[in-house]
Nanobody, 129 residues
């Protein structure tokens, strides 16, 4: 069974940076499409970024373009989400998810979450002064 573990969350001031990592023991994440999702209190979960298993192509939600970067570190078997210029609106629980079959599926401008088979437990990100 695939287990995903997120790390790197915390409290940061507006304008600061955090680096989230998604790791797994027992499976090679390079064989999976990895998506990062977030859910703020009282809001629906939204897809933030994705990196495809097939060609390494990436997707970002408009609100994080130019600020967030998703990448693979095959040596460490992790997928990282580098988050710069953080804003209070980025405050949420962040989750990584893995899917072995599909690339980054975007429907009506939204990263589809129904394709993902495996989910981590999440890491909290708080952006506040």
């Amino acid at each position: 069974q695939v287990q995903l573990v997120e790390s790197g969350g915390g409290l940061v001031q507006p304008g600061g940076s955090l680096r989230l990592s998604c790791g797994s023991s027992g499976v090679t994440l390079d064989y999976y499409t990895i998506g990062w999702f977030r859910q703020a209190p009282g809001k629906e979960r939204e897809g933030v970024a994705c990196i495809s298993v097939s060609d390494g192509s990436t997707y970002y939600i408009d609100s994080v373009k130019g600020r967030f970067t998703i990448s693979r570190d095959n040596a460490k078997n992790t997928v990282t989400l580098q988050m710069n210029s953080l804003e209070p609106e980025d405050t949420a629980d962040y989750y990584c998810a893995a899917d072995p079959d599909w690339g980054c599926v975007v429907i009506a401008g939204t990263l589809d979450d129904s394709q993902y088979e495996y989910w981590g437990q999440g890491t909290q990100v708080t952006v506040s002064s």
